[in-house]
């Protein structure tokens, strides 16, 4: 599976923005699907998920303003991404994952190239 994620920019706090990732090469509609982060000098980490049956998952530090979503018919997930703050900015990147563990990074098979948010103050 090649993993293609894109939307980011610059953003003032407060803004919105939507982050996609295109999938090919294998089949999207029965894997889990993850948003993960790293910001500067810091470990990766678990944003959100989606299971292949559309169940999602969130980070508290992203609960409510957050929402992960995909469309099997386009091979994408999104990441829809509400009330910025500052301390989400980061280079974002989508992952696939068989596992059902879902917030686990060396369990993800499959990694986008990351794609940077950054929020100004």
């Known amino acids: 599976v090649q993993l293609q994620a894109s939307g980011g920019g610059l953003v003032q706090a407060g803004g919105s923005l939507r982050l996609s990732c295109a999938a090919s090469?294998?089949?999207?509609?029965?894997?889990?699907m993850g948003w993960f982060r790293q910001a500067p000098g810091k470990e990766r980490e678990f944003v959100a998920a989606v299971s292949w049956s559309a169940d999602t998952y969130y980070a508290d530090s992203v609960k409510g303003r957050f929402t992960i979503s995909r469309d099997n018919a386009k091979n994408t997930v999104y990441l829809q991404m509400n009330s910025l703050k500052p301390e989400d900015t980061a280079v974002y990147y989508c992952?696939?994952?068989?596992?059902?563990?879902?917030?686990?990074?060396?369990?993800?098979?499959?990694w986008g190239q990351g794609t940077l948010v950054t929020v100004s103050s």
């Open positions: 090469g294998g089949s999207f509609s029965s894997v889990n």
């Open positions: 992952a696939a994952v068989r596992s059902r563990d879902y917030y686990s990074v060396p369990l993800y098979d499959y």
